[in-house]
């Protein structure tokens, strides 16, 4: 956790659940004058079950940057809903209430550099406030909480269609690999990664998914092997030093991963370890793909260089989950992330189609798609 989001109080724990029970990542509760964003404490899994509720900006800041809510479109989601807190922060009329919109969405936008879902849904929040004539803030809030939720419903649609597209890379019997998570709970719901594999299990296709542990926060070991069990797909945890190991012993077939910002060219960063695993795989013959929306892409920037990689706190590498496990002062480098260049992926899975081969003439080809008039299956 950072030293900045340690000085923000974390939102209250206001309910718990089973890991049986169907919740959603998030989800705004209550109207948009008087409610709020509940959220799963990710931090907490898989041990305790665990809602929270933000009730301000502030709350919604440290819960993206503690990773309470984690994953590229589930932070877009979850700072969209943020705008709806902030549009009402200020009762007194329309121009303050644009002026503390305003002001939360810079906020937000310092939670994290990478993932440019963030950066999207905070746009696009910005945008319909500017269309607005909403004379009052809680006008505006209401207005804004139509935005938040169109934003949650079309990534819903959105991770289906990926899951859709995904399925028809993958064949019965497979050994299958993923690093860290992109599953339900980076998203609104179903995920990214893990909805290629979702889907494909719901077409019948029998898979072996191998999950990464992925170092230092573990997302892979807490959070893509608790999905993957309470679906019922098979998983293997191994840790992150296991892969190569795996791939030469013929386990895994194909790699399919998800992407916090993908730039023009198909340059992918996600999270850190992911190069490596595009590297092995390219070493074994193994397919490697990457699943994200089209919000997850960068057409600003012309190729990975000019992507932010966050830079996280050391305690995450020295005192993973609050045991010292290295040297007291020792110096420390955690990069959050990493970029995999293009030419080591063989496709990305988009809501619009599959992207192969990766390049910006067929990025843009499909990107540019009216989304809903294609096949599933082309
Ligand atoms: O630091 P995190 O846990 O937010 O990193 C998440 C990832 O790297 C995911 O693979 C990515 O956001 C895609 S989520 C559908």
Not at 181 to 186: K, P, R, S, T, V
Not at 265 to 290: E, M, Q
């Amino acid at each position: 956790m950072s030293d900045l989001a340690v000085r923000i109080e974390p939102a209250p724990e206001t309910a718990r659940f089973q890991p049986e029970d169907d919740v959603p990542t998030l989800a705004w509760v209550g109207d948009a004058v008087a409610g709020r964003l509940r959220l799963i404490d990710q931090t907490r899994l898989p041990t305790e079950c665990v809602l929270i509720d933000c009730s301000t900006v502030s709350q919604v800041w440290e819960a993206i940057r503690s990773l309470r809510v984690r994953g590229a479109p589930a932070i877009g989601v979850a700072a969209a809903y943020g705008c709806v807190l902030g549009a009402r922060r200020d009762r007194a009329g329309g121009a303050e209430a644009m002026a503390a919109l305003r002001a939360a969405a810079d906020q937000l936008r310092t939670s994290r550099p990478t993932a440019v879902n963030l950066f999207w849904a905070l746009d696009r929040m910005r945008a319909a406030a500017e269309r607005s004539a909403a004379p009052t803030s809680d006008d505006l809030a209401r207005e804004l909480l139509e935005e938040a939720r169109a934003i949650e419903e079309e990534d819903r649609r959105t991770c289906r269609a990926i899951g859709r597209h995904g399925a028809t890379l993958l064949r019965d019997g497979q050994g299958v690999l993923t690093h860290c998570n992109a599953g339900g709970l980076a998203t609104s719901d179903y995920g990214t990664a893990l909805a290629v594999f979702f889907a494909a299990h719901e077409r019948g296709l029998a898979l072996r998914v191998y999950a990464d542990e992925t170092r230092p926060l573990l997302q892979g070991a807490r959070l893509t092997a608790w999905e993957l069990a309470r679906r019922g797909i098979p998983v293997t945890l191994i840790c992150d030093s296991m892969a190569a190991q795996v791939m030469r012993e013929g386990r895994v077939r194909a790699v399919v991963v998800g992407a916090d910002r993908i730039a023009a060219n198909g340059d992918t960063a996600n999270k850190i370890g992911t190069y490596g695993v595009a590297l092995l795989a390219r070493a074994h013959g193994i397919p490697f793909y990457v699943a994200a929306p089209s919000s997850t892409f960068d057409r600003s920037l012309a190729d990975g260089a000019g992507i932010p990689i966050e830079s996280r706190d050391p305690r995450e590498v020295t005192h993973g989950f609050g045991r010292a496990t290295a040297p007291e002062g020792i110096e420390v480098y955690n990069p959050a992330f990493d970029v995999t260049p293009a030419g080591l992926i063989d496709a990305i899975i988009t809501e619009r189609g599959i992207v192969s081969p990766v390049d910006a003439d067929r990025i843009a080809e499909v990107l540019d798609r009216p989304w809903g008039t294609q096949s599933a299956f082309d």
